[in-house]
């Protein structure tokens, strides 16, 4: 059973920093593409951040410089640090995993909330 548990979401003002983790289990970590996505209100899905298990980065023109992602095999854990936060990076943050094998290769954590003030 795949399951991705995200922590580290909250309310902080703009300007500031959080860091979000995500525990991967159920799935194996060293070969899936592990990434971060967003869905603010009214608006669809978009990817954030991923990185693919040769440890290559791609990441969305709106967070480059500011965001970085991260991942540790040894504990199955990608993360992202998101610095010099903006009121329009406000969203629910869903981590993914996408693994190369089995019926099903597409999976989502239950998402977090980021909220940035002005």
């Known amino acids: 059973q795949v399951q991705l548990v995200e922590s580290g979401g909250g309310l902080v003002q703009a300007g500031g920093s959080l860091r979000l983790s995500c525990a991967a289990s159920?799935?194996?970590?060293?070969?899936?593409?592990m990434g971060w996505y967003r869905q603010a209100p009214g608006k669809q899905r978009e990817l954030v951040a991923n990185?693919?298990?040769?440890?290559?980065?791609n990441y969305a023109e709106s967070v480059k410089g500011r965001f970085t992602i991260s991942r540790d095999t040894a504990s199955n854990t990608v993360y992202l640090q998101m610095n010099t936060l903006k009121p329009e990076d406000t969203a629910v943050y869903y981590c993914?995993?996408?693994?190369?094998?089995?019926?099903?290769?597409?999976?989502w954590g239950q998402g977090t909330q980021v909220t940035v003030s002005s």
């Open positions: 990185m693919p298990p040769d440890g290559s980065t």
């Open positions: 993914n995993a996408n693994r190369p094998y089995g019926v099903v290769r597409r999976y």
């Open positions: 159920g799935i194996v970590f060293s070969i899936s593409t």
